[in-house]
């Protein structure tokens, strides 16, 4: 090391004459902050000097490390421009995004840009005689590092991915030079981009479902001094069946050395082990107390790196002993958790901030979105087509959140090359690696609505068998968008918008609903751009709000559930530019919903895991009546007349042709035969369907449609059975003002009234008036 200091001194002077080091030189403009479009409760928090400051990389921790978080100096130049340039006339927060205000920038980047990064640091004394390692959480696209004036290694793909230079070799005594030259495309390129786009940084009408981009550096970027020999990685994955962890240790400048991993808890050891680097081994972990989302019991981990008996590296980390698998579960295949059925219920989460965009403000802030789900009593996260810092994923499995993670798509509406392909598949292997010893993620989700959509099959097999240890989607909305199902992985999921639907196992997969809800309230002065926000379905008012998503979560309690759906995703936690989806707004600042409200629905629906609502059985091939319930209703039957469903009232004085429109067959469902049809008594192939969501008498024409409108499943309800439509689940034959409806818990239409909603949608099953 004091060799290559000496000779990097020497050549100081001729470095200085080909601009770069010159550049050092030449101050930038003094750094000022941007007005974000909103700010949140931690937008003034933020350091100017030593932004995010905590360590950043929890499950492989040294005590030795130097944030370069801070003022740097910056320029944009075009995109040509592959050498650093000569001056820098900004100066730029980092690792805030280019465009965001809290970079004080706050500037659209396009695909003929290239972005320039520069500061100066020096070297702790207490350092020396070490390697010293140059780390970037991610940098958003292609990156190329200097270190006083040479480059550091390779160019860098990929805007989601930690990386890091040993550039110890680069280093000169007393004061320090980085340049690091960022390349952004965004979705004017081909490769991982998420829901970036090249839109306005300032609020504007319009954007749909994508955003702001958010390009250069966006996570911590720091320095740490390791031995020669040291560990790079380690993996961590926990075996139930056993009690064991399994520890993998990777390393660099290894010769001969072992690897010994300790898992304590509390400072008391209970299992320690031995092993060759990059092989894996097993400690023991007696009694594992398992990691779950009511008890997210996290163990400490130490591993060394050993020459003999003297510890040459030695790094911390934790684990949390669980495991994920699909299995039957009383007839119908489930997502395991520990072995146990545990419904899971979740949002989307796409990870955007209005003063950060990408970067979340501060640490706490980061934390906030997992507590906030907490708080609604959800127990998983759907991290949308986004990688959030590691400290993200150390929240996550201190609170106890099941985490969906996305793969970051290609741009929408482009057929990949093959360039773009292996961009992409070693991007994804990287961030597996760098994410697999997280208790709490659960499943990797490939793709997504068929954006950037190719070998569906091949890339889920693959991911699963670099991954064995976690669930693979290969298709997040397989029924959505022009996707394509690859037909394999470890679920099906759909996409219902409202919803929620039922998505029930298929073959070897369990059913997933990943997308449904996207209820919106815009909250006056907390608009993103006030006026231009859109949802999947406005309310009127927050009563409305509320009652609409309770009766959401009501419905998979009592519909999905029970056939066989074993999780759900909310959109979404928090608006998000001109979406007003949100349970909280995009400021974070207004929890829009009734929050005990919603957490006491998360919890009912989550314990009907253990006790599902078992669905009611009906005799078929018999005749049978359908009588009201409701205490002013109790003498009306359902009837046709004029081909349209009503209750009226029927005795034995009543008609002949009245007592035959109130009588129906009960036959198996015509679309499944697990649920049920009515068949007009008097019209023979004529069934009870809904249409327009008004119920209706009809000749089956044999669609599918048709089929699917006139299957009726069957729950338990007081007094008598509640009729859902198959192709609905959670909306129910109701009668409203003596007509037949298909009724919405929660829903805008006046036959949806929430007042008597459940005695209205209860039917007693009776003696048939015309047998």
Same mark, same amino acid.
């Not at 520890?247 to 010769?255: D, E, M, N």
């Not at 997502?335 to 965009?357: A, C």
């Not at 074993?566 to 919903?593: C, F, H, M, P, W």
């Not at 509640?722 to 009724?743: C, D, I, K, V």
């Given at each position: ?98 465009? $965001? ?9 396009? *695909? ?11 070297? &702790? ?106 560990? #790079? ?128 403000? #501060? ?83 490939? *793709? ?92 009127? $008012? ?66 009907? $895991? ?6 009611? #059985? ?55 035969? $697990? ?78 009234? &929430? ?17």
């Amino acid at each position: 090391m004091k060799l290559a200091r000496c000779v990097a001194l020497a050549l100081a002077p001729l470095l200085a004459t080909t601009g770069l080091l010159a550049a050092a030189a030449q101050p930038a403009a003094a750094w000022t902050p941007k007005t974000p479009p909103m700010t949140t409760p931690w937008t003034n928090s933020v350091s100017t000097t030593d932004p995010l400051p905590e360590y950043p990389r929890p499950q492989l921790t040294r005590p030795d490390w130097q944030s370069l978080n801070g003022i740097w100096d910056f320029a944009v130049t075009g995109s040509g421009q592959t050498t650093p340039p000569a001056t820098f006339g900004e100066q730029i927060r980092v690792p805030f995004p280019v465009e $965001s205000a809290l970079s004080g920038i706050q500037r659209k980047i396009t *695909e003929n840009d290239r972005m320039w990064y520069r500061r100066s640091f020096t070297v &702790p004394a207490g350092w020396s005689g070490r390697r010293v390692q140059l780390n970037f959480g991610a940098v958003d696209w292609q990156s190329t590092v200097w270190v006083n004036g040479t480059q550091a290694g390779t160019v860098h793909s990929g805007g989601y991915d930690a990386f890091s230079y040993d550039i110890t070799p680069l280093l000169v005594a007393g004061t320090n030079t980085i340049v690091v030259g960022v390349y952004d495309p965004t979705d004017a390129g081909s490769q991982a981009v998420g829901k970036q786009r090249r839109n306005d940084v300032l609020p504007h009408a319009g954007g749909g479902i994508f955003y702001t981009g958010a390009s250069g550096i966006w996570q911590t970027v720091w320095l740490e001094p390791t031995p020669t020999a040291r560990i #790079t990685r380690v993996d961590l994955v926990p075996n139930l069946g056993n009690n064991t962890l399994s520890v993998t240790a990777q390393g660099t400048g290894l010769s001969g050395q072992t690897v010994t991993a300790t898992v304590s808890t509390g400072g008391t050891v209970v299992g320690t082990a031995s092993g060759s680097p990059g092989t894996a081994f097993a400690v023991p972990v007696p009694s594992a107390h398992r990691w779950t989302p009511d008890d997210p019991f996290l163990y400490d981990v130490r591993v060394e790196l050993r020459s003999g008996s003297t510890v040459v590296d030695a790094v911390g980390s934790y684990a949390g002993m669980r495991s994920i698998a699909v299995g039957s579960v009383n007839g119908k295949l489930r997502i395991l958790l520990n072995g146990q059925f545990v419904f899971q219920s979740g949002t989307l989460d796409q990870g955007y901030w209005p003063d950060g965009i990408y970067t979340a403000p #501060t640490d706490a802030a980061l934390r906030s979105d997992l507590q906030a789900h907490k708080n609604l009593g959800f127990n998983m996260v759907r991290k949308h087509i986004k990688v959030e810092p590691q400290r993200w994923f150390y929240a996550a499995d201190q609170l106890g959140l099941l985490v969906w993670q996305d793969m970051p798509a290609m741009p929408t509406g482009k057929t990949p090359d093959a360039a773009a392909r292996t961009q992409w598949e070693a991007e994804y292997h990287r961030i597996i690696d760098q994410h697999r010893s997280s208790p709490a993620l659960v499943m990797w989700v490939d *793709e997504n609505e068929g954006w950037g959509q190719y070998d569906q099959a091949r890339i889920a097999n693959d991911v699963k068998a670099y991954d064995p240890s976690r669930l693979v989607d290969n298709m997040s909305g397989v029924n959505c968008c022009g996707s394509v199902d690859g037909g394999n992985g470890d679920v099906i999921d759909n996409h219902i918008y409202v919803g929620p639907g039922a998505t029930r196992p298929a073959g070897t997969r369990a059913g997933v609903l990943g997308e449904f809800g996207g209820l919106g309230w815009r909250v006056s002065g907390h608009e993103w751009s006030p006026g231009n926000g859109f949802s999947y379905e406005d309310q009127a $008012s927050t009563a409305r709000l509320n009652d609409r998503l309770n009766g959401l979560y009501e419905q998979l309690r009592v519909g999905g559930l029970p056939q066989g759906l074993s999780a759900s995703v909310y959109t979404e936690i928090t608006d998000v530019e001109n979406e007003s989806n949100g349970l909280l707004t995009y400021d974070r600042q207004v929890v829009k919903v009734d929050a005990a409200r919603l957490r006491a629905s998360n919890q009912a629906l989550i314990a009907a $895991s253990g006790s599902p609502v078992a669905p009611a #059985t009906l005799q078929t091939g018999v005749y049978k009546s359908l009588r009201a319930t409701t205490a002013c209703c109790a003498n009306r039957y359902v009837r046709h007349q004029d081909s349209l469903g009503y209750t009226e009232i029927v005795d034995a004085n009543s008609s002949t042709l009245l007592k035959q429109d109130a009588t129906w067959r009960v036959v198996p469902g015509l679309a499944d035969a $697990s649920c049920y049809s009515f068949e007009s008594r008097n019209y023979a192939g004529q069934y009870l369907r809904h249409q327009s969501y008004r119920v209706r008498k009809d000749p089956n024409d044999n669609s599918a449609l048709f089929k699917a409108d006139a299957t009726w499943c069957a729950q338990q309800g007081t007094g008598g059975v509640r009729l859902t439509a198959w192709n609905f689940p959670g909306q129910y034959l109701r009668h409203y003002n003596a007509e037949l409806w298909l009724a919405t818990p929660g829903g805008p239409s006046a036959y949806d009234n &929430p007042t008597l909603f459940t005695e209205d949608t209860t039917w007693s099953v009776d003696a048939p008036w015309a047998p």
